[in-house]
């Protein structure tokens, strides 16, 4: 359905209008009666004619200025001028004619016998009587005056009815306050048309008419469609809603068209008087009324963070390139020299059936088809291509038009171009105040398909077969192409003073003069290449916008609040399959999907979310390994654990919390801070920005450990934080750039100094090698920012988060004090020992001294064990905690009995004392476990009845028998 028009489709060529007039009340002649004609013309043939017929023609004396200008700039000077006595539809006339050399018709008949002829035509009593009458098609040259007397295209037909039908609304209108709407009803298929004839509208006096809505009275043409437009104003504050089927106009055949002659009229140039106003600055222009009259009332210039002065040029800039904002809904615009192709790998047809649409739907998507066949979106089709339609509901009830082109996209060769990271765009917004957000109109709908390959993209409808005229949503290649032609336009500013993903454009400025100055330039370049705005998502001068799922300022980038209150919204019962209680791994995974998009500002999101991810994981083959596809069991009631519930709620609340990441800024230093545990490496990404002391988060970064990372000695741990954050996290930002790592592992300071490194630290070493930093040690309390990171639950700290709530020149102090004294010296400071003065002066000692030093020394040690036993005695409470029971101690017997009871470990033990493997049809009747365990079968050994496992200690090669439980 057309929601808006304001072009009249007229013919593309009209007959000339002629009549018969008497010269004298003797001569005849053929006249043209010209509209564009401001005199009467006659030829040198009819001259002739009137001469040799004995007429004497009263020759009036001509000025010498006179100058007759054709439709093509073409110059005539009139040869002579006679005052000649014509007979026009029975009014008799003196008119003064002009003779011009070569004209072909007889005569031409202007303006100032035709408004005479008008005037005494409206003063007959029977005027009105006659042009009432339906249009008769006996006499062309009749029914042609009928038209010009009448000013419109009368009703066609032997009757004219009085009324010709009552309109209805096929759908519900929501009509805005204090704004005027352009609606459109439809008559009933039994109402009478006449195509092309004039027709009044005004409103009906149905009781569903509202009373607060006001209706204008239109005079339009009628269209074989019975689709009439209808001009509605809400003068209310609140909202108005028109139900649907509601009776809201009456349609009636319009008899003449009445120009009435406004006296002293002036045009008045709004931008003119505007200016005026904002030069006096005595009250603030009515901006949105400008926009009104130009049709962009969904455009808000009034809500521009700019002065006054600014809000002006930027509406004089929106006159200038009115033509860059559509209109109406489907007023998209049409990419010049740019088309798009599909290339097949198979060229072989397919065609799928159309999906079953439930019969309520038909009229509505009549409609969206119709309309998007008008407006040359779509064509039907005779393609030996159809893939399915699929009708998708938005939330305002309107219907969108997708396809299932999944068989097509199989087939189609993949474009390489590639679309922007969402984080680069993001980084890209330093320095800057003031933004400006822009949409395209239906995005793919600006580039048109190529028209060989318009036939693959057919879909069926119960309506029939369709295909494309425009790029459409859905193909494997639209988003690669659309990238392509926006590259083309804004290539060479990308990055810099504005920012493109796909059809959306946000324009970046530090003043109101440079934004107004790469607006004009974004405008020019769509005027351009024939790309539309749409002015309802169109925020100019902004100081805060919405840009892609953030909210970016000029003091950071945040998390869309609308966004994660959708999230925080969603509950455990959400997470649930029907049952209420069983957890369902679908759900689960569109909710980590939805909480993932914002991980940079979730400190430790793996770590938090590793529960759930638990949930969701394939299982495993035997060796480890999914075979092929992956196999996800179903999930229990059981699964869904308190780490599960505790882990959701913590999700949300880091949303809830999350901080404004600060804009980088390249030309600055970076400061890293990593840390790890056995739950997992950390890392914050931050910056001293210009103007302030502290440092400010950029990025959060947190990854899971795999199974063989587990099992990593601490210092390798805290070596692939610092090679993980740098080398995969943040590589693009501090490749190149000069940075500081902050850690709390001290021997991690010495690792690129080393000198002996094994395999796997090598190459980590080698690749840092092309970064430029260094290390500065914060001990493990006070490293808090990447600690609660790595570490589940988090660490709790006195000092929270030192590293960004305190100058960093005081960080730096501090560190440069540490690292004057050795780990050793800081270790007995920690511990309150005194340190031992040296002293440079020599001394003697005898040989009764050295040995009694020595007997002391091995006393020492005799004692030392005795000491050791002594002291674990005393402090076996502080040792064990409050709470905790010892491990039991079992006999040889007792372990003996449990292994034996055991329904797993005594068919081991069968096998084990028969000393013989199990055979195939054994093995295929024992348990999972028990096999597991057989296939140690070369190092299980039985003593005193007892199964241990024998393996060798790497270090000391020493035979260990453990103990099989």
């Not at 006499?139 to 010009?148: F, K, W």
């Not at 569903?208 to 469609?225: E, N, Q, Y």
Request: hydrophobic share 40%.
């Amino acid at each position: 359905m057309v929601l808006f028009q304001n072009v009249t489709q007229l013919a593309r060529a009209d007959s000339l209008f002629y009549t018969d007039i008497l010269v004298n009340d003797s001569i005849p002649l053929r006249a043209l009666l010209d509209s564009g004609s401001m005199a009467c013309t006659i030829s040198e043939v009819a001259e002739s004619r009137l001469l040799d017929a004995g007429m004497s023609l009263d020759q009036c004396e001509m000025q010498a200025n006179i100058m007759l200008i054709g439709c093509g700039g073409v110059q005539v000077t009139p040869k002579c001028i006679y005052q000649l006595k014509m007979r026009v539809y029975e009014y008799e006339v003196s008119v003064p004619t002009l003779v011009v050399t070569g004209q072909r018709e007889d005569l031409i008949l202007g303006t100032n016998v035709l408004k005479f002829i008008l005037s005494q035509f409206k003063q007959r009593p029977t005027y009105w009587r006659v042009v009432n009458r339906p249009e008769s098609t006996k006499d062309a040259e009749v029914e042609q005056l009928l038209n010009v007397l009448s000013g419109l295209n009368r009703w066609r037909g032997d009757e004219m009815p009085d009324i010709i039908g009552t309109a209805k609304l096929v759908q519900a209108v929501t009509l805005l306050p204090r704004q005027e709407h352009l609606v459109w009803a439809k008559l009933p298929p039994t109402t009478p048309i006449s195509e092309g004839s004039a027709v009044l509208i005004e409103p009906t006096k149905s009781p569903t008419h509202k009373k607060d809505v006001i209706m204008g009275r239109v005079v339009v043409s009628m269209t074989a469609d019975r689709w009439v437009p209808v001009r509605m104003l809400n003068p209310t504050d609140k909202s108005i809603t028109l139900r649907k089927n509601s009776k809201i106009v009456n349609v009636s055949p319009c008899v003449a068209l009445e120009d009435l002659e406004m006296d002293g009229e002036q045009p008045f140039d709004t931008v003119t008087a505007q200016s005026q106003t904002v030069h006096d600055g005595s009250h603030n222009p009515d901006f949105q009324h400008v926009l009104e009259k130009m049709g962009l009332s969904d455009l808000d210039i009034d809500s521009c963070e700019a002065s006054l002065q600014w809000k002006f040029q930027l509406l004089r800039l929106v006159q200038k390139y009115e033509h860059v904002f559509s209109k109406h809904k489907l007023d998209c615009g049409r990419a010049k020299d740019f088309v798009h192709r599909i290339h097949l790998s198979d060229h072989r047809p397919f065609r799928l059936p159309y999906r079953r649409v439930p019969p309520g739907h038909y009229q509505k998507l009549r409609q969206v088809l119709s309309e998007m066949e008008e407006r040359d979106l779509i064509r039907k089709s005779s393609s030996e291509w159809a893939s399915p339609l699929v009708l998708v509901w938005k939330k305002s009830g309107d219907l969108r038009i997708c396809v299932d082109y999944r068989w097509l996209n199989s087939r189609t060769i993949k474009d390489a171009h590639p679309l922007p990271h969402q984080a680069d765009c993001l980084a890209a917004l330093g320095g800057n105040a003031l933004f400006s957000a822009m949409d395209l109109t239906f995005g793919f709908y600006n580039i048109s398909m190529c028209e060989e390959d318009k036939k693959l993209t057919a879909f069926t409808t119960p309506l029939g077969l369709y295909e494309f005229n425009r790029l459409p949503q859905g193909l494997c290649n639209s988003p690669a192409s659309f990238m392509r032609l926006m590259m083309s336009i804004f290539g060479d500013q990308n990055f810099l003073t504005l920012l493109c993903y796909l059809d959306d454009l946000l324009v970046v400025a530090p003043t109101e003069e440079k934004a107004l100055e790469r607006l004009e330039m974004v405008f020019g370049r769509l005027s351009a290449h024939g790309l539309k705005l749409a002015p309802k998502k169109c925020y100019f001068l902004r100081r805060s916008v919405r840009f892609l799922g953030h909210v970016v300022n000029e003091n950071g980038v945040a998390t869309d609040p609308d966004k994660v209150a959708a999230i925080t919204a969603v509950t455990e019962k959400d997470l649930m399959m029907d049952d209420g209680v069983s957890p369902s791994q679908k759900k689960i995974k569109s909710f980590l999907g939805m909480v993932l998009y914002y991980q940079r500002f979730i400190p430790n999101c793996s770590s938090i979310a590793k529960p759930l991810f638990t949930l969701t994981a394939a299982t495993k083959g035997k060796n480890g390994f999914s075979r092929g596809r992956a196999v996800f069991r179903k999930l229990s009631p059981s699964d869904w654990t308190r780490e599960c519930a505790l882990s959701f709620e913590q999700l949300k609340s880091a949303l809830v919390d999350s901080v404004v990441l600060a804009h980088p800024d390249f030309a600055r230093p970076f400061i890293l801070s990593t840390d790890a545990s056995l739950d997992g490496i950390g890392a914050v990404l931050s910056q001293v920005l210009e103007g302030e002391s502290k440092a400010r988060p950029i990025a959060f970064a947190s990854k899971a450990l795999t199974r063989a990372q587990s099992n990593y000695p601490a210092h390798r741990l805290e070596f692939l934080a610092l090679k993980w954050s740098i080398c995969d996290k943040f590589s693009h930002w501090l490749k190149g750039n000069t940075f500081t790592v902050w850690t709390d592992n001290n021997p991690l300071t010495y690792i690129l100094t080393k000198p002996k490194l094994d395999a796997c630290e090598q190459r980590w070493v080698a690749k840092l090698a092309p970064y430029t930093f260094d290390i500065q040690y914060i001990p493990g309390t006070k490293n808090v920012v990447a600690d609660a990171l790595s570490r589940q639950p988090f660490v709790p700290s006195l000092v929270s988060h030192r590293l960004v709530t305190e100058p960093y020149s005081l960080l730096l102090e501090q560190s440069e004090q540490i690292r004057k004294g050795t780990v050793q010296d800081s270790f007995r400071l920690s511990a309150n020992s005194q340190s031992i003065g040296h002293s440079s002066e020599q001394c003697s000692l005898s040989s009764d001294q050295v040995s009694a030093i020595f007997e002391a020394h091995a006393k020492w040690d005799v004692g030392a064990e005795g000491r050791v036993l002594s002291w674990l005695a005393q402090e076996k409470k502080q040792i064990m905690p409050a709470g905790q029971n010892p491990l039991p101690v079992f006999s040889l017997e007792e372990l003996r009995e449990k292994q034996e009871g055991d329904h797993v470990l005594s068919r081991v033990l069968f096998y084990v004392c028969r000393g013989k493997r199990p055979s195939r049809r054994e093995r295929a009747k024992e348990p999972f476990k028990a096999l597991k365990l057989l296939k140690q079968w070369d190092r299980l050994k039985l003593l005193d009845g007892i199964l241990y496992r024998v393996c060798k200690d790497p270090v000391t090669k020493f035979t260990r028998y453990q103990f099989i439980v």
